[in-house]
C-alpha cells in the first residue's frame, strides 16, 4: 500500500514537473541558437586579428642584416617586371647570405636578385 501511494505522488510529481521541463529544454534550444551568431563573430574576430599581424623577419650574416619583407617585395617588383600580366599566387624565397643572393619560386617560377641590390 506504501508503495503505490509513493507510486502516485511520483506520478504527480513528474506530472507537474514535465511541462516545465520541456519549456526549459526549449529555452536552452533557444539560447544556444541566439548564441551561435556570437560564437561565431567571436572565431572570425580571432582570425582578423591573425591576419592582421605581420612578423617581422631579419636575416644577419657577417655583419649584415637583411629585411625579409623588403627581400620578399623585391622579388615580386622583380617578377612583376618579367611577367606584368600574371597574378602571383604562391612566393618562396632562399636566402644565401655566403652567395649574397635571394633565390625566389613565384608560381612555380625560379629567377634569383643579389642582395647587394
Known sequence: MASNKVKEVVDAALEKTEPVVRKARSAAGSAAKKAEPVLEAAKNAGKQVAAVFIPEIY???????????????????????????????????????????????????????????
Open 59 to 117: 636575416v644577419q650574416h657577417a655583419n649584415r642584416q637583411f629585411d625579409a619583407a623588403a627581400l620578399v617585395e623585391r622579388c615580386k617588383e622583380d617578377f612583376k617586371k618579367k611577367y606584368p600580366a600574371t597574378l602571383i599566387r604562391s612566393c618562396k624565397l632562399y636566402i644565401k647570405p655566403e652567395d649574397n643572393m635571394v633565390y625566389y619560386v613565384i608560381n612555380d617560377m625560379e629567377d634569383k636578385l643579389s642582395l647587394a641590390d
